[in-house]
């Protein structure tokens, strides 16, 4: 089985305009038999997106209505592929009401679902943490280090693991050293292996599959996947689950760098 577990749509306020059965055509082509829809669900109302442009996750009006696409086009294409309707559920440490609340309306109609963590809190004050290399220096400046962002990073990553998000909370934590997204533009070395093989652990325990992230490859100072392969080494050495993610966020994307994970999938 061949699988994409982690793909965006047009839906996505920050990606593409591509049609979703071009994605869907593009798999079957690559001999994809399974893949998941996971758009960035709607934030909480009463959570204010620090990025500029406020477009981290589609609005909640279009909930519905991504939910109806990718449900139409599951059963359009059911003979050829299977299409899962997912959803990418951010983590935002204070908000954890507010994401239960949403996990049990939303999640009896989903397939399938992400954990991902987005959004860091310093004082009173959220960061994207992937949002740019700027924001990224000012994240690090209000932790007081880069070393502090990265642990406040990896704190947060297993606070969601831990948390209490009820019954729909998602198996699947995605791309769990996203903050390795500008390693070579902050250019410190930062050994952060144990805080990586500890978040692991903590997967392995609360039994979480793991989202074998490929789109790091593809950012200019990252270079690598989230997390690294030898990390991923590591999880199948733990028994993680391990499911393969572009994060695909145009058609262009999808699929992309499968194939320096397919032996660690088999």
């Given at each position: ?8 749509t047009?839906?996505?306020p ?8 071009l ?23 009463n ?55 949403f996990?049990?309306e ?8 992400i ?15 992937d ?9 690090a400046?209000?932790?007081?280090s ?29 791309h ?8 070579l ?19 392995k ?18 270079l690598?996947?989230y ?40």
């Amino acid at each position: 089985m061949k699988r994409d577990g982690h793909i965006h749509t047009h839906f996505c306020p920050h990606g593409t305009k591509d049609s979703t059965e071009l994605y869907i055509e593009k798999a079957i082509k690559s001999g994809f038999t399974d893949i998941s829809f996971t758009e960035h669900a709607p934030l909480p109302s009463n959570f204010t997106d620090p990025t500029p442009m406020k477009d981290s996750s589609m609005r909640l009006e279009q909930l519905s209505p991504y939910m109806r696409e990718i449900n139409r086009l599951k059963a359009a294409y059911q003979q050829d592929i299977r299409i899962r309707v997912g959803l990418e559920i951010d983590f935002i440490a204070g908000y954890e009401k507010e994401i239960k609340f949403f996990l049990d309306e939303i999640g009896p109609s989903l397939d399938d679902a992400i954990l991902s963590v987005h959004f860091l809190k310093v004082g009173n004050q959220y960061y994207c943490a992937d949002y740019s290399k700027e924001v990224f220096a000012e994240l690090a400046d209000a932790s007081g280090s880069v070393e502090a962002a990265y642990k406040l990073y990896y704190d947060t990553v297993k606070a969601s693991i831990q948390a209490d998000l009820g019954q729909f909370k998602p198996k699947r934590i995605g791309h769990p050293t996203l903050i390795h997204k500008f390693q070579l533009a902050h250019g410190e070395t930062i050994d952060d292996s144990p805080q990586v093989q500890h978040v692991l652990q903590s997967m392995k325990k609360a039994g979480c599959e793991l989202d074998v992230n490929g789109a790091g490859f593809s950012k200019p100072d990252c270079l690598e996947a989230y997390p690294p392969l030898s990390f991923i080494e590591y999880a199948k050495s733990l028994g993680i689950p391990l499911v393969f993610g572009s994060d695909a966020h145009n058609v262009n994307g999808l699929h992309k760098h499968y194939e320096k994970f397919y032996t660690y999938l088999s």
